[in-house]
């Protein structure tokens, strides 16, 4: 097993309902720790610029707008198999079809708020960590 790191993001849906607690004692029971941690409100330029991947996608402007609404927890967590540990506690992007136990089957409130983000990949993972930290604030 290799220990990494991930980006996640507790989006405003989880933040606006005074979850975020609860959703990081999930991500700390399966064995992945926040070394890196943060509430900001994201800017539009902020927001467009994380989610460019999906700007000819029919649902980035709603994206944008549900992202910048309120604010979020932007975080780096650090465990063994990082990346694939967050996506399995997460579970999957559409809540309805999300594990029992998993963030999105539990909090959720529908495909558009579906509480949490995670990167995908270890190259995802490192740009969109520097994305939002810089090397000093991650405090492993």
């Given at each position: 097993m290799a220990l990494e790191r991930t980006f996640s993001i507790l989006?405003?849906?989880?933040?606006?309902?005074n979850l975020i607690g609860k959703v990081?004692?999930?991500?700390?029971e399966a064995g992945l720790r926040p070394?890196?941690?943060?509430k900001i409100h994201m800017t539009r330029a902020q927001a467009e610029g994380f989610y460019a991947v999906h700007?000819?996608?029919?649902?980035?402007?709603?994206?944008?707008?549900?992202?910048?609404?309120?604010?979020?927890?932007?975080?780096?967590?650090?465990?063994?198999?990082?990346?694939?540990?967050?996506?399995e506690v997460m579970g999957a992007t559409n809540p309805a079809n999300a594990a029992d136990g998993t963030i999105r089957k539990?909090?959720?409130?529908?495909?558009?708020?579906?509480?949490?983000?995670?990167?995908?990949?270890?190259?995802?993972?490192?740009?969109?960590?520097?994305?939002?930290f810089t090397d000093a604030e991650i405090v492993g």
């Open positions: 989006k405003p849906d989880v933040v606006r309902r990081l004692a999930k991500f700390e070394v890196a941690l943060k700007k000819d996608r029919p649902f980035f402007g709603e994206l944008v707008e549900q992202m910048i609404a309120s604010p979020v927890v932007v975080q780096v967590l650090e465990g063994e198999n990082a990346i694939l540990k967050n996506r539990e909090f959720a409130l529908s495909i558009g708020e579906n509480s949490v983000h995670g990167s995908d990949a270890p190259e995802t993972a490192a740009e969109e960590i520097k994305f939002f």
